[in-house]
């Protein structure tokens, strides 16, 4: 029903930032809810930030204060705003959409996004 698509990964150095950008496709009206999760080698896949339709953003404590997320008027684009970036953000990054409505959550394919020392 709906289709997210991941943009920005790529490779920046420790202490810069990267932009990632989802776009959601379909049917958007029924979203609740949109993120970002990541997932490093030999480690779970974790939330790292997530923001709720007419509600404030969310954000992991290993990431508050460097990462901004957020999403248009619409409700069909969530970006991620990276600063400060450490060599254990390196991951690859899933964007999320979820619903009431839906028997499990949305994912977008992942974008691999690596910083280097």
């Known amino acids: 029903q709906v289709q997210l698509v991941e943009s920005g990964g790529g490779l920046v150095q420790a202490g810069g930032s990267l932009r990632l950008s989802c776009a959601a496709s379909?049917?958007?009206?029924?979203?609740?809810?949109m993120g970002w999760y990541r997932q490093a080698p030999g480690k779970q896949r974790e939330l790292v930030a997530n923001?709720?339709?007419?509600?404030?953003?969310y954000y992991a404590d290993s990431v508050k204060g460097r990462f901004t997320i957020s999403r248009d008027n619409a409700k069909n684009y969530v970006n991620l705003q990276m600063n400060s970036r450490r060599v254990e953000d390196t991951a690859v990054y899933y964007c999320?959409?979820?619903?009431?409505?839906?028997?499990?959550?949305?994912w977008g394919q992942g974008t691999q996004v690596t910083v280097s020392a």
């Open positions: 999320n959409a979820r619903s009431s409505s839906w028997d499990r959550d949305c």
């Open positions: 379909g049917s958007i009206s029924s979203i609740n809810a």
């Open positions: 923001i709720i339709n007419y509600g404030s953003a």
